[in-house]
Each structure stands twice: as structure tokens, then as C-alpha cells.
């Protein structure tokens, strides 16, 4: 059975650092494209990061230089490091799984999605 389950969110202070985690089961891992979306209060869910063995990983403009997106093939986990957090990153934090082999951020083409981790940042 393919399950994601998110971990390490929190309140932080704006300019702090989080590090979330997605560990995965079920599947192959390194055959899966991994993305990190959210959902921050009254919008909708929008992507975040991606990451896949072959690829490499990419990232949303609002988040290029602050976030990092990870994995640890062996163990079948996940990271996002978030650095620089701004209050605008406030969100339900989900990691997002694919069989497709190449990046993406469509929310369309991910099939299997974590219950999510809620991230909140304050001053």
C-alpha cells in the first residue's frame, strides 16, 4: 500500500528555519517523482518543489533560494530545509507522489498525497 506521511512542521519565527520530512512506503521509491505542495489559508493547494532521481530537483519562484528539496533513496525519505521563512509561507505543507518520471508541478499528476504538516510563521 503507497503511503506519504509528512513530519516537522511547526511555529517558527519569520527568518527562521524548518526542515519537513515525507517518508514514504509501499513502492519503489526511487521510480517516483516526490513533490512538495501547499495550501495556505483560503487559497489553494500550489506546488512548491519537486524532486526525482533522475532530474534532479526543481522549485517555484517564491521559494528559489530559500528552500531545499532532498532525498534519501536508502531510507525513502524526503526533505524540504526551509530557510528565510516569511509570514507568506504560512501553510498545510503535503508531499505528493507520481509514478511519472519526469518533474512536475501538476497537482493533476500526482497520485498519492500525505495528510499534510502545518507550517506557521510569525514575528
Known amino acids: 500500500q503507497v503511503q506519504l506521511v509528512e513530519s516537522g512542521g511547526g511555529l517558527v519565527q519569520a527568518g527562521g528555519s524548518l526542515r519537513l520530512s515525507c517518508a514514504a512506503s509501499g513502492f519503489n521509491f526511487d521510480s517516483y517523482t516526490i513533490g512538495w505542495f501547499r495550501r495556505a489559508p483560503g487559497k489553494e493547494r500550489e506546488a512548491v518543489s519537486c524532486?526525482?532521481?533522475?532530474?534532479?530537483?526543481y522549485y517555484v519562484d517564491s521559494v528559489k533560494g530559500r528552500f531545499t528539496i532532498s532525498q534519501d533513496i536508502s531510507k525513502n525519505m524526503v526533505y524540504l530545509q526551509m530557510n528565510s521563512l516569511k509570514p507568506e509561507d504560512t501553510a498545510i505543507y503535503y508531499c505528493?507522489?507520481?509514478?511519472?518520471?519526469?518533474?512536475?508541478?501538476?497537482?493533476?499528476?500526482?497520485?498519492?498525497w500525505g495528510q499534510g504538516t502545518q507550517v506557521t510563521v510569525s514575528s
Open positions: 505528493a507522489a507520481t509514478l511519472r518520471f519526469s518533474a512536475s508541478f501538476r497537482e493533476d499528476e500526482y497520485d498519492w
Open positions: 524532486i526525482n532521481k533522475s532530474e534532479g530537483e
